[in-house]
């Protein structure tokens, strides 16, 4: 299979580590530490047009992931698309509309959808899940790039605890009904969340909640419940997402993260940008780092209630910002 990046600095280094063998790298800046002998583009139509490769790896911010995705199947490639794969819903039917209309397939960057614990994590639904993570990020995380920090790219639901989202979602076949969120962040200059509270209700009738910060007090790492099990949604030593696209190429394979399984995530990112900004809150400062004390048993408590953080007891319920909406 010839495979080809577009977006090839900043994240796309990890694509450029894992598949060695690239056929072509394109990005609109100068591609830092570019393997010799790999034709380089900043044009992904001009990409296309000289190489013409059977998969596309898209790895660039989600507001330009439609027209690029959209080039590469019309080009007769299939695509390994970063999450999220949009930002809302109309891009993401438009999306599966050009995957329909050329026959050619969308795969999308949730590498948990290739967990090996997925499979058991199934057999105990349908049943209640919940995630609770407790990380620390420090300044330089939030200035990582011109997007760190900002609306509608980044905040720890958005970004790097999206895994966590999709994964808990995935336990349950069932479609989401409505989402509400409870977050607040500690620093002056974010526009988004870095300690969130996600409460999802399915169909069916049971629960997604998902508890997480940026600013922990202590470390809890990925905790995902589901019934009576507990894993760990970072387990990820699955099947690799590209392997499994060129295996669907070639032989059909079932997609693990096809497009149309990642639409309620997109709708989820969706009705997070039209919630109010979140509160700002006071935290301990150390150095480069903010911390809310007692953050990670107030999240341990929320992940037993299925509490959203203004409903229970915690020293920012009252400051704390959120809402909630009815999907479909």
Not at 37 to 62: E, N, Q, W, Y
Not at 74 to 93: I, S, T
Not at 203 to 227: C, K, M, P, Q, Y
Not at 283 to 301: F, K
Request: aromatic fraction near 4%; include cysteine; charged fraction near 20%.
């Amino acid at each position: 299979m010839r495979v080809a990046l577009v977006g090839a600095n900043g994240h796309g280094a990890h694509h450029r580590r894992n598949v060695p063998d690239l056929v072509a790298l394109c990005d609109p800046a100068d591609i830092e530490g570019a393997p010799p002998g790999v034709p380089l583009f900043r044009d992904h139509h001009a990409m296309l047009s000289a190489i013409k490769p059977d998969v596309v790896i898209v790895c660039t911010p989600p507001a330009t992931h439609l027209p690029i995705a959209s080039a590469a199947l019309r080009a007769g490639a299939d695509v390994l698309l970063e999450k999220p794969p949009v930002l809302n819903l109309a891009e993401h039917d438009e999306l599966s509309r050009v995957e329909g209309e050329t026959g050619r397939f969308v795969q999308v960057g949730f590498q948990a959808l290739g967990s090996p614990q997925l499979p058991e994590l199934r057999r105990h639904a349908p049943c209640d899940v919940s995630v609770v993570s407790s990380w620390q990020r420090d300044d330089a995380y939030w200035s990582r790039s011109s997007w760190a920090g900002r609306l509608p790219l980044d905040g720890a639901l958005r970004n790097p605890f999206a895994h966590a989202i999709m994964q808990a979602l995935s336990v349950n076949d069932s479609p989401l009904a409505s989402v509400e969120v409870a977050w607040c962040r500690t620093r002056e200059q974010l526009e988004v969340d870095d300690t969130a509270t996600l409460r999802l209700t399915l169909a069916n009738g049971h629960r997604v909640l998902i508890a997480v910060t940026l600013a922990g007090d202590e470390f809890a790492d990925g905790w995902l419940s589901a019934g009576p099990f507990q894993g760990n949604f970072r387990h990820d030593n699955g099947v690799s997402l590209l392997a499994n696209l060129i295996a669907h190429r070639i032989s059909g394979e079932p997609l693990l993260a096809p497009l149309a399984k990642t639409r309620d995530f997109t709708a989820i990112v969706q009705v997070l940008s039209t919630m109010p900004e979140p509160a700002l809150v006071a935290s301990e400062i150390s150095g480069g780092t903010r911390t809310l004390p007692g953050i990670a048993a107030i999240l341990r408590e929320c992940g037993r209630e299925f509490a959203l953080l203004n409903e229970i007891s915690n020293p920012w319920a009252a400051k704390v910002t959120g809402g909630a909406a009815t999907i479909g």
